[in-house]
Structure formats: C-alpha cells, structure tokens
Nanobody, 123 residues
Framework: VQLQASGGGLVQAGGSLRLSCAAS????????MGWFRQAPGKEREFVAGIRWKGSSSTYYADSVKGRFTCSRDNAKVYLQMNAMKADDTAVYYC??????????????????WGQGTLVTVSS
C-alpha cells in the first residue's frame, strides 16, 4: 500500500486548506483511512477517520470537530480544514488501518503511512 499526502502550505488564521491523500494497493473495504498530525515537540495525534469503502461515516478528534471535514472520492481521501488556528500547525499524515479498527484514535492501529505534508497557520 502506498499513501501520498499533499496540499499542505501556509494559511492565515481563520483560513481554509484542503489536504489530499492518494492511495494505491490492496486496502480492505472496512479499513479506516485516517489523518494524524504532529506539531513540533508534540506526539502524533489523531485528527479524523473515514471508511475506505461503503458507508461514508466519519469521526473526529474533539479539537477539530465542526471545523474539519474528512471525505473520500474513488482512491483519494480529503481533509477540508476551515476556521484554522495557529494550533493546527503541524505535519499532517494520512494512514490506514487493517479491516477492524473503526473508531480508533491510536496510531498503532494504523499500519501504513504517507510521508506527511506541512501545514503552517500564521496568527
């Protein structure tokens, strides 16, 4: 499996940015496609997750609920980020789980990772 994240950049506080993750290879339909982020000096944290196929159900970290939206289209997963804050500054990663990890926020449940894309929010 290969995951390729893109779309990072510099945005002003209050602005928006959309990240994309292109996926290739064998992925279980019930796998979760997730977004994580890691700010300088902090641990990697879960941001959002969506099923790879079937239901478009999503779940989010409390810190981004109402501001970020995760979606998918064919072989891509997206993270639409609105009303961005300086605290959203981080390297963002897309990742996938195995077939039975719906609802997980744990990095160890995600077995393939993209390379990360840097998002910087200026205040």
């Amino acid at each position: 499996v290969q995951l390729q994240a893109s779309g990072g950049g510099l945005v002003q506080a209050g602005g928006s940015l959309r990240l994309s993750c292109a996926a290739s290879g064998r992925i279980f339909s019930s796998s979760v496609m997730g977004w994580f982020r890691q700010a300088p000096g902090k641990e990697r944290e879960f941001v959002a997750g969506i099923r790879w196929k079937g239901s478009s159900s999503t779940y989010y970290a409390d810190s981004v609920k109402g501001r970020f939206t995760c979606s998918r289209d064919n072989a891509k997963v997206y993270l639409q980020m609105n009303a961005m804050k300086a605290d959203d500054t981080a390297v963002y990663y897309c990742a996938k789980t195995g077939p039975a990890s719906w609802g997980s926020h744990r990095a160890r449940d995600f077995d393939s990772w993209g390379q990360g894309t840097l998002v910087t929010v200026s205040s």
